[in-house]
């Protein structure tokens, strides 16, 4: 209704998330947002280390960012490529908060001829 003011989102405290890919960019935008209402988040990727990847971001500082938002971060080291490394995750989370109620599946592979000079604007139309 017109004039009506927008409610607020919903507070997610209680709520348990799962943010893969979230070291760095969309992904840790996303788990901080979701810390920020309250949410336990489980931050996944695969730079443990910073300097393992050549852009900044590691799950353990997107974990630390999510707590200090508000909620509760969880790193979990994972490529999730590898299916035992994906079931582990899952069983990590029920094991540790019985149930998942978000899952934002934001893990993604980079192939390095896309990163290179030229990279994904020099690629021929049509070539995969």
Request: proline share 5%.
């Given at each position: 209704?017109?004039?009506?003011?927008?409610?607020?989102?919903?507070?997610?405290?209680?709520?348990?998330?799962?943010?893969?890919?979230?070291?760095?960019?969309?992904?840790?935008?996303?788990?901080?947002?979701?810390?920020?209402?309250?949410?336990?988040?489980?931050?996944?990727?695969?730079?443990?280390?910073?300097?393992?990847?050549?852009?900044?971001?590691?799950?353990?500082?997107?974990?630390?960012?999510?707590?200090?938002?508000?909620?509760?971060?969880?790193?979990?080291?994972?490529?999730?490529?590898?299916?035992?490394?994906?079931?582990?995750?899952?069983?990590?989370?029920?094991?540790?908060?019985?149930?998942?109620?978000?899952?934002?599946?934001?893990?993604f592979?980079?192939?390095?001829?896309?990163i290179?000079?030229?990279?994904?604007?020099?690629?021929p139309?049509?070539?995969?």
């Amino acid at each position: 209704m017109c004039g009506q003011p927008v409610s607020e989102t919903p507070s997610l405290a209680g709520k348990v998330a799962l943010v893969t890919g979230a070291s760095r960019g969309i992904g840790k935008g996303i788990a901080i947002a979701l810390a920020r209402e309250g949410a336990t988040v489980y931050v996944t990727g695969r730079t443990v280390n910073e300097g393992d990847y050549y852009l900044p971001g590691t799950v353990g500082q997107t974990a630390r960012e999510c707590t200090d938002a508000g909620g509760r971060g969880i790193a979990v080291a994972c490529d999730h490529a590898d299916d035992d490394q994906v079931a582990a995750l899952f069983a990590q989370i029920r094991a540790q908060d019985g149930r998942l109620d978000i899952l934002v599946n934001n893990a993604f592979l980079l192939s390095e001829d896309l990163i290179e000079p030229g990279g994904f604007w020099e690629k021929p139309f049509g070539q995969p």
